[in-house]
């Protein structure tokens, strides 16, 4: 893309922006091209998974792009739920919900887990109960759910895409992964219809972090689909350099051209009519999902020694944890010195978690060591961006503390480094005494380069790219 048209698309996401209305839909052109997005997770479904389809279809329509969505029942085995985010939808989109067989249920009663509060996902979820028992489940999960426990949509998903691609017209092909189960309908709707095909990857496929280990069959089994996926993509889009980079070393045969590097963002209508605006106590707040015992060792060293030197520090301190947690996590949350300075809630509505943002002092970030640790960018760092509120990050260095420094919103120190942490919390405390903000002022031209207006236009620009093409 030119300077020019990059130049036209900017201007284009702003006039976006300012075209939303209440009810969050945007001013379209005349005539739109229909896209057809496949993703798992869309409303009624909440939680991070489902922000960034859902931003790129309710702006979309500003670009030239109609999104026709194709996805699963309502009733489906969504971790969370938010129906709230259906306000989002613009006018123009339309939502195409086709059958899944979803296997919980005899998953649970195989394990011996409780039924409620949200479901585990049969591949990525690590713990599959205790005991011999257990480590059956877990292989046989591994070994047959590929490439993930979606892989029941698989039949009923291929049907509907091809039924709306006929009645609708669509001439390009999206899907959005995990579950990587999209993109293996996206690929096999494409091979049937001839349309160009533009796969999204929010996280590694074979190569996650989270992922079990496969038994060799069901590995290359699993690696061949993805590579299958890839060879047929006419543009693939991963939100940061670590994922992109390990798919073009394991494939070097692929057309690095075709891959674009297109980030999470922020919605400025989410914050449209409020800034941050600081409650009186020092509250410190971290939202969205903490896995494992991923509450930093140096926090809890830091904020016990804060504590204890500065008593009018721990009256005035509130640490606030929105989101799911593991039931290991709470209880280490619920031992002195932070039994009495956490406050443990449960996934917000997402204007509600927005709001909790804009209300406190200090915004935390947490990202554990690990092989793939230089490469997560999580989307909650992009809300914390368009919130205003200072960030300490406590991470390892990589492409979150890359843009925490670059967009000057906060502080990267180390989680495990106790006497970093603890000073970034005294200059921070001493910058609330002094009514400032803590850690200066973050550079907000390059904060408004993620806004989601400007990343879905650079998304309409890749799609602009390819061949047309009717079925």
Not at 99 to 113: K, M
């Amino acid at each position: 893309m030119s300077n020019r048209e990059a130049k036209s698309r900017e201007t284009e996401s702003h006039e976006a922006e300012k075209a939303v209305t209440p009810r969050g839909t945007a001013a379209a052109p005349r005539h739109l091209r229909t896209v057809l997005v496949v993703s798992y997770y869309f409303p009624p479904s909440g939680g991070p998974g489902v922000q960034r389809v859902l931003k790129f279809v309710r702006y979309l329509p500003a670009f030239g792009y109609r999104p026709v969505v194709l996805t699963v029942p309502e009733t489906a085995a969504f971790p969370l739920l938010d129906p709230s985010l259906a306000t989002e939808i613009p006018p123009e989109a339309k939502v195409v919900r086709s059958p899944i067989r979803e296997f919980y249920g005899l998953y649970r009663a195989a394990a011996g887990t409780a039924s409620a509060g949200g479901t585990e996902n049969l591949v990525t979820t690590a713990r599959a109960g205790e005991g011999v028992r257990g480590r059956i489940l877990h292989g046989l999960r591994a070994a047959l759910f590929i490439p993930d426990g979606r892989v029941g949509w698989l039949r009923g998903g291929t049907r509907a895409g091809l039924r709306t691609i006929r009645s609708e017209g669509a001439e390009v092909i999206f899907a959005s992964g995990p579950p990587f189960t999209a993109h293996w309908i996206a690929r096999r709707l494409a091979d049937r219809t001839g349309l160009p095909l533009v796969l999204d990857f929010r996280d590694p496929w074979t190569r996650a972090p989270f992922y079990p280990r496969r038994p060799g069959p069901s590995r290359i089994l699993d690696e061949r689909l993805e590579l299958s996926c890839l060879r047929r993509a006419d543009a693939v889009l991963t939100v940061n350099r670590d994922i992109r980079d390990d798919l073009l070393a394991r494939h070097p045969d692929l057309d690095a051209a075709r891959f674009h590097l297109l980030p999470n963002g922020y919605d400025p209508a989410d914050f449209r009519g409020r800034s941050w605006d600081p409650q009186p106590d020092w509250t410190l707040t971290h939202t969205g999902t903490l896995p494992g015992n991923s509450f930093p060792a140096g926090l809890t060293g830091a904020l016990r020694r804060l504590v204890t030197e500065d008593p009018e520090a721990a009256a005035r301190l509130r640490i606030r944890m929105i989101g799911r947690r593991s039931p290991e996590l709470e209880r280490r949350l619920s031992e002195p010195p932070l039994d009495s300075l956490v406050r443990l809630e449960g996934y917000l509505p997402h204007a509600e978690s927005v709001q909790a943002l804009l209300e406190s002092r200090l915004l935390l970030l947490f990202i554990e060591e690990g092989p793939r640790a230089a490469g997560i960018l999580t989307g909650k760092l992009f809300e914390y961006l368009g919130s205003g509120a200072p960030v300490l990050a406590l991470a390892p260095e990589g492409e979150a503390a890359e843009l925490v420094r670059s967009t000057r919103i906060g502080r990267v120190v180390r989680g495990d480094d106790e006497d970093a942490v603890l000073a970034a919390l005294r200059e921070a405390m001493a910058a609330f005494r002094a009514g400032q903000r803590a850690f200066g002022e973050p550079r907000r031209e390059l904060v408004e380069e993620y806004t989601r207006p400007v990343l879905t236009a650079r998304l309409a620009a890749i799609l602009d790219t390819l061949p047309r093409h009717h079925f």
